[in-house]
């Protein structure tokens, strides 16, 4: 395995994106995975575009990127972008372009009573709180969401549990837009728990305010044929602290983008994936963390494993610290374990820092991949193989899965590990 | 008494240029609580024959036997031969990502066993283990072998030595990269597990230095894949003074 970890530079630089193939200082090269051929650019380096209406500032930065609540703000998707360049469009089966008229998945909360569901209209201006979205798909979701659900932690809670059970049950095209509100000084685990059949946009915030101690669980546990785009954005106040736990394991193709901003000192920003990927799936995770003001903290560790031809996982890890950001403390890191031929892993780190004022930055990546050597090794020592690969997988994920907390879902987690794993003895 | 026999064992590997032969006829007799010192120059195919015994599966038999106490070795899958008794103290131990030190050990041992061993003793024992073999405690929590420098992997495999109670250990190399202080503390390892569990020792090396530490009664000297002379322990000290040139003059 290989490693890379970088320290405080004193000017601004972009780490990470030059050193994948295909990709240059000017922009990428074409996508591998969606074709162009009828595109006037073909073959063109390319980069993100931006049209009227939205924020934007220069594209080299990740605080360039275009956000708008207009979907017609954003390009048609070429699939040349450089945050849709992995991702095979096909397969989103209408979520970047058609009308997302779908019935949105049933929602339901379950959990010890302290946490209010509520339904909120699309006209609310609490929608917004902590989201702009920042790709087409969450703009589609954005227009086609015909309501909010709201989950409340009050203020001052302890212990709050709410476990949100998100049941799709068609593949119509749907649109899906959650709040969670962690009022001034609650303390609460909540988990978005996604099951059944969907073809869904999401849009989910998490307005964590003045003091909250908030833990996020996003599952998606989905059927086989299932795909899913969700973009959740967290704004985490002054000592604040947010932790954010995406875990991917069903559907066909889900991309989760969670990004968290901080908006007072001294907060705090963990956030922690867990993947693991079939033959045939598609699992991407891009997260952001923007750092725009001083003394705040964040930690990223996503761990995912891949078996079966065609499994393929992609991983983006944008931190930005901001000129503003003095006293940050930040690191990133992205590890694979490919457990069988066929299966590619794509890990890119992105850390931009602005300033030289900082406790410390730093990233890393490693893939690394169970071979016959492995194998061997723990078979020599008596350790039959099925048992050698469990040893090895339920290892190197346990590091997230212990990040849960909830003792059910670590629990629940564990079985389905074994599950993957016994699929691929079959 | 448990005897591990070899019989006229021959074993080819592939390689870009098609089949390569590696050993040539290899016999050699080994009981439990005997130690015989395995001999050769670079690329005699000393590490060959240890995985071969150990069931790698790079490593073909075109014919020959390896018994052990009448059973077919060679029908065994690797895991079997281990619980029948063989470990092989690699030369170059593998980096296990994802696995603790505690967690395999723990597999490892109840495998070995056929059962899970009773965790009040088991825990005492790994951590005398540990400190018999001055291997801090914390790497009981890292990775299996991982960021382990040259000298600690050797260690680990001599702690596993200890604690898996094999009839017979193969140990390639176990002196290589060590420097005396710690080639002492494996010798001694290797040494209590011979008087505890009488254990058969096959012990390959290249050179005489490890001999100091553990007594062989069996010296054979091997030179391109076969055994070319075998002798007690006189034969080390011939070959500290003459070197390998001997052997390698005659097949010239
Ligand atoms: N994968 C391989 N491809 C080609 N030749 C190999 C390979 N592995 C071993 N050999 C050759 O087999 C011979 C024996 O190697 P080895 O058993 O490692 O010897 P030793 O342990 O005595 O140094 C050497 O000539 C070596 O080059
Ligand atoms: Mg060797």
Redesign the interface.
């Given at each position: 395995?290989s490693e890379t970890t970088t320290h405080i530079p004193d000017e601004k630089v972009r780490i990470g994106a030059p050193s994948i193939p295909g990709f240059t200082e000017e922009g990428e090269d074409l996508s591998p995975i969606n074709d162009n051929d009828n595109s006037p650019l073909g073959g063109a380096s390319t980069k993100a575009h931006s049209h009227g209406g939205g924020v934007e500032t220069p594209d080299s930065s990740r605080a360039g990127r275009l956000t708008s609540t207009n979907v017609e703000d954003f390009a048609k998707l070429t699939g040349r972008e450089e945050d849709w360049r992995f991702t095979p469009l096909k397969r989103l089966l209408g979520l970047h372009s058609e009308d997302l008229t779908g019935a949105a998945p049933k929602v339901e909360l379950t959990g010890n009573d302290i946490a209010q569901l509520s339904v909120i209209s699309a006209e609310d201006s609490l929608n917004g709180v902590a989201h702009t979205p920042d790709d087409r798909v969450s703009a589609n979701a954005w227009k086609f969401a015909s309501q909010t659900q709201v989950v409340t932690i009050p203020k001052n809670a302890e212990g709050a549990n709410a476990s949100l059970r998100i049941t799709g049950e068609s593949l119509v095209p749907a649109a899906q837009h959650l709040i969670i509100v962690a009022e001034e000084n609650s303390e609460a685990t909540v988990i978005l728990d996604h099951v059944g059949s969907a073809v869904l946009a999401q849009n989910v915030e998490f307005d964590v305010r003045a003091n909250a101690r908030l833990t996020v669980v996003s599952l998606q546990a989905w059927e086989d044929d299932a795909v899913h785009a969700s973009s959740q954005q967290a704004v985490v106040a002054q000592g604040a602290s947010f932790k954010h736990i995406a875990v991917s394991f069903g559907g066909d193709l889900v991309r989760v983008n969670p990004s968290a901003r901080f908006a007072g000192e001294r907060a705090e920003i963990e956030l922690y994936g867990l993947y693991f990927a079939d033959a045939g799936q598609h699992l991407e995770h891009r997260l952001f963390v923007d750092h725009a003001v001083p003394n705040c903290k964040s930690n990223v560790l996503y761990k995912g494993a891949l078996q079966g031809k065609d499994a393929h996982t992609v991983w983006v890890g944008d931190v930005l610290i901001q000129k503003a950001a003095v006293g940050t403390d930040s690191y990133e890191a992205n590890r694979n374990?490919v457990l069988t031929d066929g299966a590619r892993a794509d890990s890119v780190p992105n850390l931009e820092i602005e300033t030289g004022l900082i406790d410390g930055a730093g990233h890393a990546s490693t893939t690394?991949r169970?071979d016959?050597?492995?194998l061997?090794?723990?078979?020599?020592?008596?350790?039959?193989?099925k048992?050698a690969r469990r040893?090895?997988?339920?290892?190197?994920?346990?590091e997230i899965v212990q990040q849960i907390g909830d003792e059910a879902l670590q629990e629940r987690l564990t079985e389905t590990i074994e599950e993957e794993l016994a699929a691929t003895e079959n | 008494m448990s005897t591990l026999e070899i019989k006229d064992l021959h074993v080819s590997i592939e390689t870009e240029q098609g089949e390569k032969e590696i050993l040539k006829g290899v016999t050699l007799t080994i009981n439990t609580g005997e130690t015989h010192a395995i001999m050769g120059p670079n690329g005699s195919g000393k590490s060959t024959l240890a995985s071969t015994i150990?069931?790698?599966?790079r490593y073909t038999v075109t014919s020959g036997s390896i018994t052990l106490d009448g059973e077919d070795v060679l029908e065994m899958?690797?895991?079997e031969?281990?619980?029948a008794g063989l470990?092989?103290a690699?030369q170059y131990?593998?980096e296990?990502?994802?696995?603790?030190m505690t967690?395999?050990l723990r597999?490892?041992k109840t495998?070995?066993d056929g059962e899970a061993p009773k965790l009040r003793t088991w825990t005492k024992d790994v951590k005398e283990a540990f400190s018999k073999l001055k291997i801090d405690a914390d790497f009981a929590g890292r990775?299996?072998n991982e960021g382990f420098s040259g000298g600690e992997k050797k260690r680990v495999e001599i702690l596993?030595l200890e604690l898996?109670k094999p009839k017979f250990a193969i140990l390639d190399e176990t002196d290589s990269g060590l420097d005396v202080d710690a080639l002492k503390i494996v010798s001694e390892g290797v040494n209590r597990a011979q008087d505890e569990n009488e254990m058969g020792t096959l012990l390959i090396t290249h050179y005489t230095r490890i001999l100091r530490y553990i007594k062989p009664q069996f010296v054979h000297v091997f030179v391109d894949g076969h055994v070319a002379e075998q002798g007690g322990p006189e034969l080390a000290d011939r070959l500290e003074e003459e070197g390998y040139d001997r052997y390698l003059n005659v097949k010239a």
């Amino acid at each position: 395995m290989s490693e890379t970890t970088t320290h405080i530079p004193d000017e601004k630089v972009r780490i990470g994106a030059p050193s994948i193939p295909g990709f240059t200082e000017e922009g990428e090269d074409l996508s591998p995975i969606n074709d162009n051929d009828n595109s006037p650019l073909g073959g063109a380096s390319t980069k993100a575009h931006s049209h009227g209406g939205g924020v934007e500032t220069p594209d080299s930065s990740r605080a360039g990127r275009l956000t708008s609540t207009n979907v017609e703000d954003f390009a048609k998707l070429t699939g040349r972008e450089e945050d849709w360049r992995f991702t095979p469009l096909k397969r989103l089966l209408g979520l970047h372009s058609e009308d997302l008229t779908g019935a949105a998945p049933k929602v339901e909360l379950t959990g010890n009573d302290i946490a209010q569901l509520s339904v909120i209209s699309a006209e609310d201006s609490l929608n917004g709180v902590a989201h702009t979205p920042d790709d087409r798909v969450s703009a589609n979701a954005w227009k086609f969401a015909s309501q909010t659900q709201v989950v409340t932690i009050p203020k001052n809670a302890e212990g709050a549990n709410a476990s949100l059970r998100i049941t799709g049950e068609s593949l119509v095209p749907a649109a899906q837009h959650l709040i969670i509100v962690a009022e001034e000084n609650s303390e609460a685990t909540v988990i978005l728990d996604h099951v059944g059949s969907a073809v869904l946009a999401q849009n989910v915030e998490f307005d964590v305010r003045a003091n909250a101690r908030l833990t996020v669980v996003s599952l998606q546990a989905w059927e086989d044929d299932a795909v899913h785009a969700s973009s959740q954005q967290a704004v985490v106040a002054q000592g604040a602290s947010f932790k954010h736990i995406a875990v991917s394991f069903g559907g066909d193709l889900v991309r989760v983008n969670p990004s968290a901003r901080f908006a007072g000192e001294r907060a705090e920003i963990e956030l922690y994936g867990l993947y693991f990927a079939d033959a045939g799936q598609h699992l991407e995770h891009r997260l952001f963390v923007d750092h725009a003001v001083p003394n705040c903290k964040s930690n990223v560790l996503y761990k995912g494993a891949l078996q079966g031809k065609d499994a393929h996982t992609v991983w983006v890890g944008d931190v930005l610290i901001q000129k503003a950001a003095v006293g940050t403390d930040s690191y990133e890191a992205n590890r694979n374990l490919v457990l069988t031929d066929g299966a590619r892993a794509d890990s890119v780190p992105n850390l931009e820092i602005e300033t030289g004022l900082i406790d410390g930055a730093g990233h890393a990546s490693t893939t690394g991949r169970f071979d016959d050597e492995h194998l061997f090794y723990l078979m020599a020592r008596g350790i039959d193989e099925k048992t050698a690969r469990r040893l090895v997988v339920r290892g190197f994920l346990n590091e997230i899965v212990q990040q849960i907390g909830d003792e059910a879902l670590q629990e629940r987690l564990t079985e389905t590990i074994e599950e993957e794993l016994a699929a691929t003895e079959n | 008494m448990s005897t591990l026999e070899i019989k006229d064992l021959h074993v080819s590997i592939e390689t870009e240029q098609g089949e390569k032969e590696i050993l040539k006829g290899v016999t050699l007799t080994i009981n439990t609580g005997e130690t015989h010192a395995i001999m050769g120059p670079n690329g005699s195919g000393k590490s060959t024959l240890a995985s071969t015994i150990a069931g790698h599966p790079r490593y073909t038999v075109t014919s020959g036997s390896i018994t052990l106490d009448g059973e077919d070795v060679l029908e065994m899958s690797v895991d079997e031969r281990a619980k029948a008794g063989l470990f092989l103290a690699m030369q170059y131990p593998v980096e296990v990502p994802g696995v603790t030190m505690t967690n395999f050990l723990r597999t490892a041992k109840t495998a070995i066993d056929g059962e899970a061993p009773k965790l009040r003793t088991w825990t005492k024992d790994v951590k005398e283990a540990f400190s018999k073999l001055k291997i801090d405690a914390d790497f009981a929590g890292r990775n299996v072998n991982e960021g382990f420098s040259g000298g600690e992997k050797k260690r680990v495999e001599i702690l596993q030595l200890e604690l898996f109670k094999p009839k017979f250990a193969i140990l390639d190399e176990t002196d290589s990269g060590l420097d005396v202080d710690a080639l002492k503390i494996v010798s001694e390892g290797v040494n209590r597990a011979q008087d505890e569990n009488e254990m058969g020792t096959l012990l390959i090396t290249h050179y005489t230095r490890i001999l100091r530490y553990i007594k062989p009664q069996f010296v054979h000297v091997f030179v391109d894949g076969h055994v070319a002379e075998q002798g007690g322990p006189e034969l080390a000290d011939r070959l500290e003074e003459e070197g390998y040139d001997r052997y390698l003059n005659v097949k010239a």
